[in-house]
């Protein structure tokens, strides 16, 4: 019997990763929309599920440790869907209960204290309720979501899986 991995699984991931990052790319710099510190927290978040895709991939581990990697990616991609539930939640307050618009993300990087842009990057500010763009009717934090959901029942079944064997 031969083991043959969960490799085609992480790359999948990885995949999905580099596609929402790409398209992430293109709407800032090629359609000019300006992330708000949510959508940057969500990149984050992407750029984490890919990097731990990208090792599980090479590392291609054999019994149990596509369980520990599955997990890893199980997690981020939960933090990842808070976010861009909380950015869907400030997306739906009333024009009156949006939170004040704060400074940029390059600004604060500059200006503030790193807990004090991670805190921001987390709670979000006045433009991360602003509607930028929508497919379908839904948001751009709406997408992440799906993309979220996507990454994270992938890493529940990767977490839940016997190791693949090959009878040769």
């Known amino acids: 019997m031969k083991q043959t991995g969960f490799r085609l699984d992480f790359i999948a991931s990885l995949l999905v990763c580099a596609i929402v990052l790409g398209v992430a790319l293109y709407m800032e710099f090629g359609m000019g929309l300006d992330p708000c ?3 940057m927290s969500q990149r984050f978040a992407f ?12 590392h291609n581990p054999i019994f149990g440790g596509h369980k520990v990697y599955g997990g890893i990616i199980t997690l981020l991609a939960i933090g ?5 539930i909380r950015q869907l939640y400030l997306q739906g307050l009333p024009a009156d209960q949006v939170p004040a618009c704060g400074p ?5 990087l500059e200006a503030f204290p790193f807990t004090e842009v991670l805190v921001a990057m987390i709670t979000g500010s006045g433009s991360c309720a602003e509607v930028q763009w929508t ?17 994270g029942l992938n890493g ?13």
């Open 37 to 39: 510190l949510l959508c």
């Open 47 to 58: 750029l984490a599920i890919a990097f731990i895709s990208l090792l599980a991939a090479l």
């Open 80 to 84: 990842g869907a808070a976010l861009a």
């Open 104 to 108: 940029g993300f390059d600004f604060m």
């Open 135 to 151: 497919f379908m009717g839904i948001s751009i934090p709406g997408w992440s979501l799906v993309a979220f959901a996507l990454l």
């Open 156 to 168: 529940l079944r990767l977490t839940f899986s016997r190791a693949k064997l090959l009878l040769v």
